[in-house]
């Protein structure tokens, strides 16, 4: 399952400086604006102890993780939906993505320079949301315009897109994101072909610095403001300092721990951004283990075993006839697979299964 999210922000708010620190894959970074001129990718694993424990307990050749692609995408300014900037190209890149991770800048610095002159993170967010809104807009009344002849023809199909087409026009006009429509499960396949920018699962990259005039430190009214913006909006964020996590991000574990005490950095911001990111994609992982290797499958929370197996081979699903399963945790306890079988751990489930987290699965095709 290939999984996306596209990191972006106002220029200058520590967008490639927090690619860096999560992919080791270098990418500009200098103090201006547009520096990111085009998206880098970044294969990163999601952090989970579980998939060391059951590669040692099987001995297995290679350990595989789950992972999120992540895609540092080029500054936004306002005016982006009408091309200002970068605007066209930063929007088409992260149509390209499943959710959005918004850095916003929460520290003052004057050596660092703020695109608007001034540090205040509800108003970058609603600069953002709003180009995001306001491209939606187009894309959404020119698919309005299109439907004419249909419409006029009184095509069924059209007429019932064009009713979704209006409802989330009216909170796109609102100035609110699409997903705020609420629509049926009828209604978004209908939608989903747009790929609409505000349809995309939003959350929050709250960078700070260390040692510096950080906004939640101070309590500032600035922090007091967007804390009612996360709430209001139920929200989901993660707070990092993406300077020391980039510093952080090639020393040895034991020098990292020096350097973390230090600089008094108790925080795993980037391991908590990774498994944000992967929480908000609404995304759980199963494991297969063994002697050949031992890996870490992504699917959707709710998936049955069939679908499930899919992650490993399509034909899963039309030729699965069964699946034993076990808990990873019941697995490492009892020592084997053997004694798990004689304690019953091990359960035999059909199609209708839905996988949990942290099964360990073995497909019967």
């Not at 230090?262 to 995304?283: P, Q, T």
């Not at 494991?287 to 679908?307: K, Y």
């Not at 697979?337 to 099964?359: F, H, M, N, S, W």
């Amino acid at each position: 399952m290939s999984l996306s999210i596209g990191i972006v922000g106002l220029p200058n708010v520590g967008k490639s400086t927090l690619f860096n620190a999560l992919t080791r894959k270098a990418v500009a970074c200098e103090n201006y604006p547009f520096c990111t001129i085009d998206p880098s990718i970044g294969v990163v694993a999601v952090p989970d102890e579980r998939i060391g424990l059951l590669s040692t307990f099987s001995k297995s050749a290679k350990t595989i993780p789950a992972a999120v692609e992540f895609v540092d995408i080029a500054g936004l300014v306002k005016g982006a939906s009408e091309g200002e900037g970068l605007g066209n190209q930063f929007l088409a890149n992260i149509r390209e993505t499943d959710a959005i991770a918004e850095v916003v800048r929460i520290f003052e610095d004057d050596k660092i320079i703020h695109v608007d002159g001034k540090i205040n993170p509800v108003s970058d967010i609603e600069v953002i949301n709003l180009e995001l809104v306001l491209a939606d807009m187009q894309t959404v009344t020119k698919r309005i315009h299109n439907l004419g002849r249909e419409l006029k023809r009184a095509d069924k199909e059209a007429i019932a897109e064009e009713a979704v087409l209006q409802k989330v026009l009216v909170q796109l006009e609102a100035g609110k994101l699409a997903s705020s429509a609420n629509l049926t499960d009828k209604e978004l396949p209908l939608i989903k072909p747009m790929h609409l920018l505000t349809m995309k699962p939003i959350f929050y990259v709250l960078n700070k610095k260390a040692g510096g005039m950080n906004l939640d430190i101070l309590q500032d009214e600035r922090w007091a403001a967007l804390m009612n913006f996360m709430k209001n909006n139920n929200a989901g964020y993660v707070i990092v300092d993406a300077a020391i996590e980039n510093d952080l991000k090639d020393l040895e574990p034991g020098d990292k721990e020096v350097f973390k005490k230090e600089l008094n950095h108790n925080d795993d911001g980037i391991d908590l951004l990774i498994r944000k990111g992967y929480e908000i994609l609404n995304l759980m992982t199963y494991f297969t283990t063994g002697e050949d290797e031992t890996r870490a499958w992504t699917i959707h929370r709710g998936s049955t075993a069939p679908i499930a197996g899919t992650a490993i081979h399509t034909d899963f699903k039309d030729k699965f006839v069964r699946a034993e399963v076990i808990f990873w945790k019941d697995l490492l306890d009892v020592g084997s697979y053997g004694k798990a079988r004689e304690k019953g751990l091990v359960r035999t489930e059909g199609k209708e299964y839905i996988v949990k987290d942290g099964d360990v699965i073995e497909f019967k095709i």
